[in-house]
Antibody, heavy 118, light 106 residues
Framework: EVYLLESGGGLVQPGGSLRLSCAAS????????MHWVRQAPGRGLEWVSG????????YYADSVKGRFTISRDNSKNTVFLQMNSLRGEDTAIYFC???????????WGRGTLLTVSS | DIQMTHSPSTLSASVGDRVTITCRAS??????LAWYQQKPGKAPKLLIY???NLESGVPSRFSGSGSGTEFSLTITSLQPDDFATYYC?????????FGGGTKVDI
């Protein structure tokens, strides 16, 4: 069974940094692209970033480009999201999601909450 | 960026109703569209991919159609478990984008 477990969320001051992790199990991790999607309180879904499986190509939403960095460790079946220069508008639940053969999301984690506030 | 627009944003319906949600893309995305269902406090769930293909395990009362810029999700005979928010997502090009969602409530 595919399982994705996010961790690392919490309360951070504006301008601060945080790293999210997503531990995967139940599938051949290196064969799949992985993505982060966020949802601000009471709002809709926003794609944040993605990383290829074997090629490791990375993709970012304009709203986080230059501030967030996605990476993966295929030996540990884990994908990361390093978030710097955090802003209030980054406050959201961050979901980790597996991409099928195309960049749509067939499995999701339960999410981890990031709150950016002083 | 490709903008995705849902209509309506909220839909009130009853059990047994036939419900259709529309999603429009700001430019052609061929059939590269997915639909998700999300319930409060839960992660989204994939329902439909490539505009009209039903994800494994999804009830057959869900169907999708459309191509280019106009898409729809139809639920025939709405069930109590179907009251949720539905999102479309284009995966024609990066950045990937979601519509703002349609909430289906009683």
């Amino acid at each position: 069974e595919v399982y994705l477990l996010e961790s690392g969320g919490g309360l951070v001051q504006p301008g601060g940094s945080l790293r999210l992790s997503c531990a995967a199990s139940g599938f051949t991790f290196r064969s799949y692209a992985m993505h982060w999607v966020r949802q601000a309180p009471g709002r809709g879904l926003e794609w944040v970033s993605g990383i290829g499986g074997s090629d490791g190509n990375t993709y970012y939403a304009d709203s986080v480009k230059g501030r967030f960095t996605i990476s993966r460790d295929n030996s540990k079946n884990t994908v990361f999201l390093q978030m710097n220069s955090l802003r209030g508008e980054d406050t959201a639940i961050y979901f980790c999601a597996r991409a099928s053969s195309s960049p749509l999301f067939d499995y999701w984690g339960r999410g981890t909450l990031l709150t950016v506030s002083s | 960026d490709i903008q995705m627009t849902h209509s309506p944003s909220t839909l009130s319906a009853s059990v047994g109703d036939r419900v259709t949600i529309t999603c429009r893309a700001s430019q052609s995305i061929s059939s590269w569209l997915a639909w998700y269902q999300q319930k409060p406090g839960k992660a989204p769930k994939l329902l439909i991919y490539k505009a009209s293909n039903l994800e494994s395990g999804v009830p057959s009362r869900f169907s999708g159609s459309g191509s280019g810029t106009e898409f729809s999700l139809t639920i025939t005979s709405l069930q109590p478990d179907d009251f949720a928010t539905y999102y479309c997502q284009q995966y024609n090009s990066y950045p990937l984008t979601f519509g703002g969602g349609t909430k289906v409530d009683i």
